[in-house]
Structure formats: structure tokens, C-alpha cells
């Protein structure tokens, strides 16, 4: 038997009760765990949900608060709160970013030298733009990512990327420039990387050492498809239901089901729920209420994980526009519950309901989008037998690389490849 591996993971996002990145890098370390002897090093701002969690994992928890906590209050200001104007928080990131991994590196610099690490593995952040101030200084293997970045903004959506605060993305690619980027990617053992739209971006890295896999992952303990029928015979008296869940912001264009709604006779009679809050509520009941949708379209609000999965089983089409989606893990979760899921083909969504799992609609001026998923949607109630199809081959590729169990198994495999000095292309996810 292998003798385990001993691995230090940063972590500086990592909590189970945040959504978003710092959940994925809390559920990706944790797995791991299994597999490895792991060190997590992370931000004490986690450590009362880590250790309400009480998975007995080993914590180092380190405390920047001295420039996280007035860039973070700075960057809000800048942002007008926290919903929008992402390339703001991610420039306001970057000092505080390099004092966590400074504190990291006086932390750990003599078991690093003594040798009481394999290698160091850099899960979040996720951002490229984000570099490593201790890579350059490491002898043993550095791994970072999974990554992922690097989508610009849909030509056709100038006012969406007006209404999100997006000034600043034209700023972007200067992080090339800045201290520790260089040194970050020639250093690394193996760069992670999700999605070709942020390959594209790691030019200064060899494919020998690039490892494409998706960050995204599901609990099959919550996102599952046991107990509920196929996609297209879930509702009742003819009635089909269709749910989008995710933060109401303008990228995201939460409006569009309605509109598909609003457009069709054939879909009234059908039912649209709609989980999640943000500042695009108020829009949205206003067009709810202008095409008199009362009826057949419900704002269900914020729900837990939990609550999210049970009202996907129940329902048959799982709705996601988004215009600008990295990672959408929720599209994989839908997909875990046996949805037909239609997207915009744009991104991580375009890509995982590819071959067949699904409809993805192309990028084009909103009102063209409408029509398309208003189609879309059109043909899933004419075509119930469609639906179950795509639904069967969405729920087989989810269920069979993308949950936490498997990622860690993924995660020690590579680990040991690394250390060899083996190809790494075999790691591929396809």
C-alpha cells in the first residue's frame, strides 16, 4: 500500500457555509482529505463555520485582517455593495491575496524546508489573476487551480455589463505584469485549469503541465435524482415545471425565462419558478406583473441547498441564460436531479450541456435569446420523450466525474504523477 501523501492546501477561501467559491474550496479540500494527509491553511474568518462543520480536518486558520478587512471595505464602497463590479473585487484582492500567503510562508516556512510536505497545492483562489507569493520560494512540487477565468463579456450585452459595473474588465490582462505572475506559472508542477476559456489564457504554461478539469462538483448525499420521475412527466394535469436558481444580477439575465413566458401561449399554461434574490427583483416583478404572469410564474426567493435540490426534483427544466458563467455548478446539480437543462451556449454552461445533455441556446442580442429559449422551452412541452433523453445523458456525465468523492480520487492520483514525474496528459477531464 502507498504510504500516504502529506500535502498542504491553501485555502484562503474555504468555508461550508458560503456559497460559491468558498464552499468548492471547503468541499475540494475536504475530499482530499480523505485520500491525503492535509494541512489546510485558510483565513480565520472561516474558522467558525470549519469548525462548526467538525469534519476533523487539520486547520491552520491565519489572520490578515490588517489589509483584508479595509480593502474589502474599500472595494465594497467602490463596488456599491457586493452584487456586482467582479474585476473591482478582484484588483481590491490582489495585496491582501499576497499577505495571506505571506503569513503563510512564516508559518510553515521551516516544516516546508524540513521537509514535512510532499507538495503544496493552491485550491482557491481560482482567479489566474491572482499569483502565489511562495511559489517561487518552494523546492518541493506546487500545484495551483482548478482555475478559471478569462470569459470576457458577450459584445451584445454592453448594457448587462453596464448595469454589473464592469469598467474595469478592460483592465484585466495587466495582471500579467504585476509581482509574482510570472513566477507563479513557470514555477507551478501542474496548473488546473477548468474550462478552455481560461487555457486560453495561461500562455506562459506548456501543455505538458496543464491538467483541464472542472472546479465544479455536487453532494450526491443532496443532488440526486432517487425517488422522482423522468424529466417531462413530473407535473400534474399536463402541467410541466421549470426552475432557474441563482443570484438575480444582470449577467445572469433572470428576466429571460419570463419574457420566454410572456411571449408564448404554450408555456402559460405551464409554471416557472424562480429561486434566488438580488437587485434585479424589483425588474423582474415589474415585467411579472406588465405580462400578467401571476398565474404561472412564482419568486420563490433564497432557499438552502437543501430546499434547492428538493424543488428540482420536482421540477422538469432546469432555465439558465447566464451570459457570463465560469463554472456553473448548478447547472451539474440540476443535471444530478434528472432536469433538462437549457442554457446560453457561452462558457461553462455551453460546455457542460454539450453533446446532447441539454439545449444550449446561442449568445445573441436579448431579444433574439428570448426567441431562442422561448423555442426551446416550446419544444420540451411538445416533446416530453425529448426531454427524458437529454435529462438521462445530463444525470450519466454528472454522476460520472463530478462528485466530491471522485475529485479527491482525481485529486491523490495526480498527486502521485506529479511526484514521478509522470505525463500528466491522462489527467484530462473530458
Known amino acids: 500500500m502507498n504510504q500516504r501523501l502529506k500535502v498542504l492546501i491553501l485555502a484562503d477561501e474555504c468555508n461550508p457555509e458560503w456559497p460559491s467559491l468558498p464552499i468548492v474550496g471547503y468541499k475540494y479540500a475536504r475530499e482530499i482529505a480523505q485520500h491525503c494527509d492535509v494541512t ?86 481560482m482567479s489566474p489573476t491572482l499569483p ?8 518541493l512540487p506546487f500545484l495551483i487551480g482548478p482555475l478559471n477565468g478569462n470569459l470576457d463579456w458577450p459584445k451584445a450585452f454592453q448594457a448587462e455589463q453596464a448595469r454589473e459595473k464592469e ?46 478539469v472542472p472546479e465544479i462538483g455536487f453532494d450526491p448525499a443532496i443532488f440526486h435524482a432517487d425517488g422522482t420521475k423522468a424529466a417531462g412527466q413530473r407535473g400534474t394535469e399536463g402541467k410541466m415545471h421549470f426552475l432557474y436558481a441563482g443570484r438575480l444580477v444582470p449577467y445572469k439575465l433572470p428576466e429571460l425565462p419570463i419574457r420566454a413566458f410572456a411571449a408564448s401561449a404554450a408555456l402559460r399554461g405551464h409554471h416557472l419558478h424562480i429561486l434566488g ?82 439545449d444550449a441556446v446561442p449568445i445573441a442580442p436579448l431579444e433574439e435569446m428570448v426567441e431562442g429559449f422561448t423555442a426551446a422551452l416550446e419544444r420540451c412541452v411538445a416533446e ?32 502521485r504523477a506529479v511526484l514521478a514525474g509522470e505525463d500528466l496528459r491522462r489527467f484530462n477531464f473530458s
Request: hydrophobic letters at 45%; one cysteine or more.
Open 132 to 139: 502565489s507569493y511562495i511559489a517561487h520560494k518552494l523546492k
Open 40 to 125: 489546510i491553511a485558510t483565513h480565520v474568518r472561516n474558522r467558525e463555520n470549519i469548525e462548526k462543520a467538525a469534519d476533523g480536518l487539520d486547520v491552520v486558520y491565519l489572520d490578515t485582517e490588517y489589509i483584508a478587512a479595509p480593502m474589502f471595505k474599500l472595494a465594497r464602497w467602490l463596488r456599491g455593495g457586493e452584487e456586482v463590479a467582479w474585476s473591482t473585487s478582484m484588483i481590491m484582492n490582489y495585496l491582501p491575496y499576497l499577505a495571506f500567503e505571506r503569513e503563510v510562508w512564516k508559518h510553515f516556512k521551516p516544516a516546508l524546508k524540513a521537509g514535512d510536505f510532499d507538495l503544496v497545492h493552491r485550491i482557491t483562489p
Open 167 to 212: 469598467k474595469l474588465r478592460g483592465l484585466r490582462n495587466l495582471y500579467k505584469f504585476l509581482p509574482f505572475a510570472r513566477s507563479t506559472y513557470d514555477r507551478a508542477a501542474a496548473v488546473l485549469t477548468a474550462f478552455e476559456h481560461t487555457r486560453a489564457d495561461l500562455t506562459r504554461v506548456e501543455g505538458a503541465r496543464i491538467v483541464m
Open 277 to 358: 434574490s438580488g437587485p434585479e427583483e424589483e425588474r423582474m416583478r415589474a415585467v411579472i406583473a406588465d405580462f400578467g404572469l401571476q398565474d404561472c410564474v412564482t419568486l420563490e426567493g433564497r432557499k438552502t441547498q437543501v430546499e434547492v435540490a428538493e424543488l428540482m426534483r420536482k421540477c422538469d427544466g432546469f432555465i439558465f441564460p447566464s451570459i457570463r458563467e465560469l463554472g456553473a455548478g448548478v447547472v451539474i446539480e440540476a443535471m444530478a436531479c434528472g432536469m433538462h437543462c437549457l442554457v446560453a451556449d457561452y462558457g461553462a454552461p455551453g460546455a457542460l450541456a454539450a453533446a446532447g445533455r441539454g
Open 384 to 415: 416530453p420523450a425529448y426531454m427524458e433523453a437529454c435529462a438521462l445523458r445530463g444525470q450519466a456525465y454528472a454522476e460520472g466525474a463530478f462528485t466530491w468523492a471522485q475529485k479527491g480520487v482525481h485529486a491523490e492520483a495526480l498527486y
